[in-house]
């Protein structure tokens, strides 16, 4: 299971999932898009509470400055809907302090993926994904994952621990794999993945 997202896909989606062009605020991985039936960034943007924005920020995009951004949706939705995505970078970049909009990354970067985890319940079809996987192997069929930031690698870690608790499973390496230096200047994107194995017994 490779849990990593086309970036080729997304950039060429037209469905907001990058902040390098100014799209609907859609972030979707669904092909029918039903309106007010199909979950989008934007119903979760403009409806939400602000506690609510703040604990998916917080909690899928890992982003300390959760509370003030999701403060700052909330005022500027009062004034516009927030409909693009260049309309909540602008957001964003105006709840973050700006010694901390110079890094390497977009300051909305973090915000951004946590709308387009809490949209496709990303997390939670990983779980389910991993549990289903595991039911099918055949006793010493393997199972590897390879994720790419750290909500995905504890999920997991986690599953496998509980799957060789119950005696399920063994893992065939201990701590995750990680790209070496030569593949990591080959491919850069491949830096922060993580691979981890198990066998059924």
């Known amino acids: 299971m490779d849990i990593g997202i086309s970036s080729v896909q997304l950039d060429d989606s037209g469905r907001g999932f990058t902040f390098q062009k100014d799209e609907p605020l859609l972030m979707t ?73 110079k890094g390497k990354t977009n300051p909305a970067t973090k915000t951004f993926q946590a709308l387009r985890i809490a949209v496709n319940d990303e997390l939670g079809a990983l779980r389910e994904g991993i549990a289903g996987a595991v ?15 750290s909500l995905e690698d504890r999920i997991v870690k986690n599953a496998f ?24 200047k080959s491919n850069p994107r491949s830096r922060s993945a993580k691979l981890r194995i198990i066998e059924k017994l």
């Open 135 to 149: 039911a099918m192997l055949a006793p010493g069929g393997r199972l590897a994952v390879i994720t790419f930031h």
């Open 29 to 101: 991985m669904e092909d029918n898009i039903i309106p007010d039936v199909t979950l989008t960034a934007y119903d979760l943007v403009n409806t939400s509470s602000e506690s609510a924005l703040a604990d998916i920020i917080y909690a899928y995009g890992e982003d300390t400055f959760a509370r003030r951004i999701a403060k700052a949706i909330v005022e500027a939705r009062e004034i516009a809907p927030i409909k693009t995505t260049f309309d909540l970078v602008r957001v964003v970049e105006s709840a973050i302090p700006s010694r901390f909009q």
């Open 161 to 184: 621990r509980d799957f060789q608790k119950d005696d399920i499973v063994k893992l065939i390496a201990k701590k995750p794999i990680a790209p070496t230096l030569s593949e990591s």
